[in-house]
């Protein structure tokens, strides 16, 4: 069975300092893989995709990057964290597009920048 | 301007109860795709139903239901016969294929149902 796992559970951070999340996709070959983020009371907006290794796309533009260095890999990161990074960020796959295919979600994490 | 717009932040309901989460959003696409997902408090995103812009077929899936408004660009996810694990936060989701790959989510909407 496939699985999704993220991580960190939670982070708290002092602006200015780096950031790196990470999701690992098991039991699944090729997934398309998404990165999505969510403030406080606001909507869930997808950051980015990735079809393949090496390749990712910029959705909303957060000051964040993003790379798939694997196949089952994708990692999200800043060199500077802003206070506006603060929120819920969830890491997703899907066999094709997410019209064709459910996305499946990660369990989250949760991070907090003071 | 939002693409997804759910209005209620929160709602609350007793057990058997019936709830209607309403959603509206913007496309000028004739194809789309709907979704109403539900986020559990472990973090996990569970798919509960889709509508298909081109479907007049009005989906359901065992206690969930949805009431879709082409013309006013709604879509309604009805639960029945509420019960304690239905609480957690509802997403609506849109997905146009002229941006294949990416799906809009509304902010969601907290349900906490009480015993």
């Known amino acids: 069975a496939q699985t999704i796992h993220q991580w960190p559970v939670a982070e708290i951070k002092a602006v200015g300092s780096p950031l790196s999340l990470g999701c690992t996709i098991k039991?699944?070959?090729?997934?398309?893989l998404y990165w999505y983020w969510q403030a406080t009371g606001g909507t869930l907006q997808q950051l980015f995709y990735?079809?393949?290794?090496?390749?990712v796309e910029s959705v909303v533009q957060l000051n964040l990057s993003a790379s798939r260095p694997k196949d089952d890999q994708f990692i999200l990161s800043t060199e500077k964290l802003l206070l506006s990074h603060s929120g819920f960020y969830l890491c997703?796959?899907?066999?094709?597009?997410?019209?064709?295919?459910?996305?499946?979600f990660g369990h989250g994490t949760k991070l907090s920048v003071l | 301007a939002e693409k997804v717009i759910q209005v209620w932040s929160t709602a609350s309901r007793q057990e058997g109860e019936e709830l209607t989460l309403d959603c509206s959003y913007e496309?000028?696409?004739?194809?789309?795709?709907l979704f109403w997902y539900k986020h559990l408090l472990s973090g996990e995103m569970v798919f509960l139903i889709r509508?298909?812009?081109?479907?007049?077929a009005k989906e359901r899936s065992g206690r969930y239901s949805v009431v879709f408004q082409k013309s006013l660009k709604s879509i309604s996810l009805i639960i029945s016969a509420l019960q304690p694990d239905d609480s957690g936060k509802y997403f609506c989701?849109?997905?146009?294929?002229?941006?294949?790959?990416?799906?809009?989510f509304g902010s969601g909407t907290k349900l906490t149902v009480e015993p």
């Open positions: 997703a796959w899907s066999l094709v597009g997410p019209s064709n295919e459910r996305l499946f």
């Open positions: 039991g699944k070959s090729s997934p398309n």
């Open positions: 990735s079809i393949t290794v090496g390749q």
């Open positions: 496309t000028s696409q004739v194809l789309y795709h």
């Open positions: 509508q298909t812009s081109s479907s007049t």
């Open positions: 989701a849109l997905w146009e294929p002229s941006n294949y790959n990416v799906l809009y």
